[in-house]
């Protein structure tokens, strides 16, 4: 019955019409990445490019049935990951600095402000992983009473839900910067919320399952590349 | 390898098909001897009134076609600045049309989209911005933007007129992208009476009666007609639970009653409409997957409009005219039944009622100052009041002043010109103007030029204003506009709004306006003839069109809930722009071969959409990558087909008594919305490919008071399930009618 359209959200600016040459200066920052982890390191210059990864399929409390309503319910769980680690950390550890987001459904927490004792933010930029050579200086929000560093809801934050297909679909060329529990930077571009990353999910796909491509900065600078 | 050539590739083929079809179909019949000695129609030895006129289709061009919806009064099509187009009610009876869709969907530049319910586009705008009138006044009952066309019977229409551009300065809210006026018969012959039995696939029928009878003079008449319209509807998608398109029966009935007509100084006319439809589905309620519960709709709509025209002085008129429409409807949800129960025994799980009462009441006067001069003024006051379980308060009401001034100014031959304004006023959104001038210049008898710009405006709906509904599955809440302030802070005290997105005080919704302009030349040419055989005429129309619609309203976030859900309400955000160019070609041919052809090409894009796509902020899923959209990409507004084309053929061969009618719709590739997350369409895999309607019918006289008619819509057999559900594949019909 109702039709919603949401918004642009912000009106964060992006280089425009960089596309091209940056990916080509991401080509030679890789292919010098991997000259040098080949050479076994250099210790004179020590700025090491943060390596992508792709961590596939994180449970983000996954639907085990319906409520009374008729809404989708899981354990109401949230799974903690550490982008350090590029590992999923035992919920136990909730209360520590070991984990930097943590997921349930499509809400994602830093460990940082009300959400946990790490130094962790966020913020959400318009342009693509490739081009975001340098974690921003300052911009980043902080978890609190009045809402999560990564804005919750359709087209607020990092995804689009579709009520005609009853989709969830990351919105192409959202980056979340995360300043994770130790004060460190990564970058994350979420691929899927579907298990197994599936090209055309609908509505019979299981959701709940993140696919994110990252590349965390171990050295504790802003700079990825 | 394109992706695409397949597809086409099998168009291309259908379309040379159909071509062939279309020549074998016309050429193929004879013409009969009575035709072919003379040329001219066989009018002699035929007892009372033939049931096909006797060469119907030249009579259709011959005749000066006389119009009312654009200016409010009688003019002639060709003489009339505003881009109107006529469909006659014999064109509507020899393609065995039911309802207003298939009539519409047929014609140039028209397109039938559906969202609860068949709606118009007109040059790319949404059928939320056409006005429906029936007689000259406006239905109401429009579900979720759309008034379903197939509310509308055809049986008894005189005739369809349709105004192309705004019309607000005459109309007021949604005339927008135009206005279609669906005229029915008044009451003409001294006792006449029809009955038509049509059936189809889908077990769909529709039995028609009409009847009428005038004084001698015709100054007092009467008229009646009433049908059943029934379907057992079709599913083209059985694995999933209820129909695509769930059976149904309606009635329509109706009436006129005139008095004073000719020349006497007063006249009244009296019209009443009726519709009742009941519709039953299953449906599975969310959450519970086990059972299938039964799903009752019923929908009811009464109009009665009274009208007394008395002429003061010969240069003055004034009409009073009221209008009162009702609209309701009732969906009730019944728990299964086992075959071991009684029906009655079963459980009413839920009932939402929906209720809209429009009462109208105006004064229009029409002056003629001189004889270059047409004064038409009027004045008049609506009262709405809806009920519904989703509107704030269970019900509201609202009230509207309006005034409008119009002027024609007859320059002799060569120019004509109309200006309009109109002035309504709104108990919610407050005062606004729409003006709008018109002119026509013809520098030539067969040649003739024709420029509009005008405003037209759409008002907030109800749901837009007084809309007060929580998803009880997703959580989120939408406000209308008038209450959401209120609303919000109520949630914010019982501790659910974690925090704002938007200041929500001076929430406050305009109108949607626009500016449109159309501008186009009409040429008739006169083809030699062979003897003494007269040459074909031809009839040529180009017309080029901007519409710019600004403070589109649209639902977005104005605060976060603690479940993380937002609550929406609306604003006026949005910029849209269509353009195009509509050609139309008729070709009236000795014979009896009348040919109509057109093509429109649509452009159509939100200009917000550009912005951000010009900014470098949309992107869109390569492979592994994100790429940023460019404006070649964008594939503008969803729905809106950059294609459009339709030919038509219809002969009529008076000495066999056959009327033989081919009719074929192109709609191009369009894009049906988002499928990677960026919300406007560009990629491949969002859009429709173009497809080919052909429909056909032939009608045959026996004797003179029988027409039997066969034929067939789709009969291509177009079909695609999960993203044209409305199209239910090829659909034969049969029909007999009797006319005394």
Redesign the interface.
């Given at each position: 019955m109702i039709r919603i359209h949401s918004l642009f959200p912000g009106s964060r600016k992006a280089p425009t019409g960089q596309f091209f040459l940056n990916a080509v200066a991401w080509c030679i920052a890789l292919s010098a990445a991997i000259a040098l982890t080949g050479c076994d390191g250099g210790s004179g210059d020590d700025f090491q490019p943060a390596p992508s990864v792709t961590a596939s399929d994180i449970a983000a409390d996954p639907i085990t049935g319906v409520d009374s309503l008729g809404r989708p319910v899981g354990a109401n769980e949230y799974t903690f990951f550490s982008l350090r680690q590029n590992a999923v950390v035992p919920r136990a550890d909730s209360a520590t600095t070991n984990w930097d987001i943590a997921l349930k459904a499509t809400t994602i927490l830093v460990n940082g402000g009300t959400s946990g004792p790490g130094n962790g933010g966020a913020q959400v930029l318009t342009t693509t992983f490739e081009d975001v050579t340098e974690a921003p200086e300052t911009g980043y929000d902080v978890d609190s009473a009045s809402g999560f560093a990564i804005p919750t809801g359709s087209g607020n934050g990092w995804y689009n839900y579709n009520p005609a297909t009853m989709v969830v679909s990351p919105i192409p060329g959202r980056i979340i910067i995360v300043r994770c529990a130790d004060g460190s930077f990564a970058k994350i571009r979420i691929v899927s919320y579907y298990r197994g990353a599936p090209a055309s999910p609908n509505n019979t796909s299981e959701s709940r399952y993140y696919t994110i491509e990252f590349a965390h900065q171990s050295d504790g600078s802003r700079q990825f590349e | 390898m394109n992706p695409s050539a397949g597809p086409s590739r099998i168009h291309r083929r259908h379309f040379v098909a159909l071509l062939a079809f279309v020549v074998a179909v016309v050429a193929g019949i004879r013409t009969p001897p009575a035709m072919a000695q003379d040329g001219r129609p066989d009018s002699s030895g035929t007892p009372g009134r033939a049931p096909v006129e006797q060469d119907d289709i030249a009579m259709e061009a011959a005749l000066p076609a006389i119009v009312v919806t654009a200016t409010r009064a009688g003019r002639d099509i060709k003489s009339l600045p505003v881009p109107t187009s006529l469909i006659a009610g014999d064109v509507v009876s020899r393609q065995a049309s039911l309802r207003l869709t298939d009539v519409l969907q047929r014609h140039p530049g028209l397109q039938v989209v559906y969202d609860?319910g068949a709606g118009i586009q007109i040059q790319g705008l949404a059928s939320d911005y056409t006005l429906i009138l029936v007689d000259g006044e406006p239905l109401i009952g429009r579900v979720?933007g759309t008034l379903d066309l197939d509310r509308v019977s055809v049986a008894a229409i005189d005739r369809i007129e349709i105004v192309r551009g705004p019309s607000s300065s005459l109309y007021g809210s949604e005339a927008l992208a135009g206005v279609v006026n669906v005229i029915t018969k008044a009451p003409e012959s001294r006792w006449s009476a029809r009955v038509r039995s049509q059936y189809e696939t889908h077990q769909t029928s529709d039995v028609a009666i009409e009847a009428e009878t005038a004084s001698e003079d015709g100054s007092v008449g009467a008229r009646v007609y009433g049908t059943r319209y029934a379907s057992a509807g079709y599913d083209l998608s059985p694995l999933v639970v209820g129909m695509t398109s769930p059976g149904f029966v309606d009635y329509t009935g109706g009436g006129k009653v005139r008095f004073g007509a000719g020349t006497s100084r007063t006249r009244g006319e009296l019209s009443i409409r009726a519709n009742v439809q009941d519709q039953t589905d299953d449906v599975l309620?969310?959450?519970?997957d086990s059972e299938v519960y039964e799903q009752f709709g019923r929908r009811k709509e009464i109009s009665v409009a009274p009208e007394l025209t008395h002429r003061l002085t010969p240069e003055a008129t004034a009409v009073l005219s009221l209008y009162g429409s009702t609209f309701d409807t009732r969906t009730d949800t019944r728990s299964p039944t086992t075959t071991q129960e009684a029906a009655s025994s079963s459980e009413l799980v839920s009932r939402a009622l929906f209720e809209q009462r429009y009462a109208k009441a105006e004064l229009l006067a029409r002056l003629i100052p001189s004889t270059m001069h047409l004064v038409t003024a009027s004045a008049g006051f609506v009262h709405e009041h809806v009920e519904a379980d989703r509107i704030a308060g269970g019900s509201r009401s609202s009230r509207l002043g309006y005034a409008f001034v119009q002027h024609e100014w007859l320059s002799g031959d060569a120019l004509d010109v109309i200006s309009s304004v109109r002035l309504d006023h709104h108990s919610e959104y407050g005062t606004h103007v729409s003006p709008r001038v018109a002119a026509l210049v013809s520098p030539g008898r067969d040649m003739r030029v024709r420029a509009a710009l005008g405003s037209g405006f759409k008002a907030p709906t109800f749901?837009q204003l007084y809309?007060d509904?929580t998803n009880?599955?997703?959580?989120y809440s939408?406000f209308g506009s008038a209450d959401a302030a209120g609303a919000i802070r109520m949630l914010d005290e019982a501790g659910i709004i974690?925090?704002y997105?938007q200041d929500i005080e001076n929430v406050e919704l305009a109108p949607e306006t626009s500016w449109s302009l159309n501008a186009g030349i009409e040429k008739d040419l006169q083809l030699a003839g062979s003897g003494r055989r007269p040459g074909a005429q031809i009839g040529l129309r180009v017309n080029f069109f901007r519409n710019h619609v600004s403070n589109l309203i649209?639902?977005?976030?104005v605060a976060?809930k603690t479940n993380?859900?937002?609550v929406?309400t609306y604003y006026n955000?949005n910029k849209i722009v269509t353009q195009g160019i509509e050609f139309e070609s008729t070709i009236l041919a000795p014979g009896g071969l009348h040919v109509t052809a057109s093509y429109t090409y649509l452009d159509s894009f939100d200009c917000?959409v550009v912005d951000?796509i010009k900014?470098?902020?949309?992107?869109?899923?390569e492979g592994?990558?994100?790429?940023?959209v460019t404006r070649s990409e964008y594939g503008g507004l969803a729905n809106r087909s950059r294609h459009m084309a339709t030919l038509g053929l219809a002969r009529t061969f008076a000495g066999a008594g056959t009327t033989a009618d081919v009719h074929v719709t192109y709609r191009g590739r369009y894009g049906f919305?988002?499928?990677?997350?960026?919300?406007i369409v560009d990629d491949d895999?969002e859009y429709v490919d173009g497809y080919f309607l052909l429909d056909a019918t032939v009608s045959q006289n026996l004797g003179s008071h029988l027409v039997l008619r066969g034929g067939g819509r789709n009969l291509l057999d177009h079909s695609d399930p999960t993203r044209i559900p409305s199209l239910s594949g090829r659909r034969l019909l049969v029909a007999l009618e009797l006319i005394i």
């Open positions: - | 609860h979720a309620l969310s959450g519970d749901q809309l509904f009880p599955a997703a959580g939408v974690q925090t997105l649209e639902a977005a976030p976060l993380g859900q937002s929406f955000l917000e951000e900014s470098g902020n949309v992107f869109r899923r592994l990558r994100d790429v940023r919305g988002d499928l990677n997350g960026n919300l895999s």
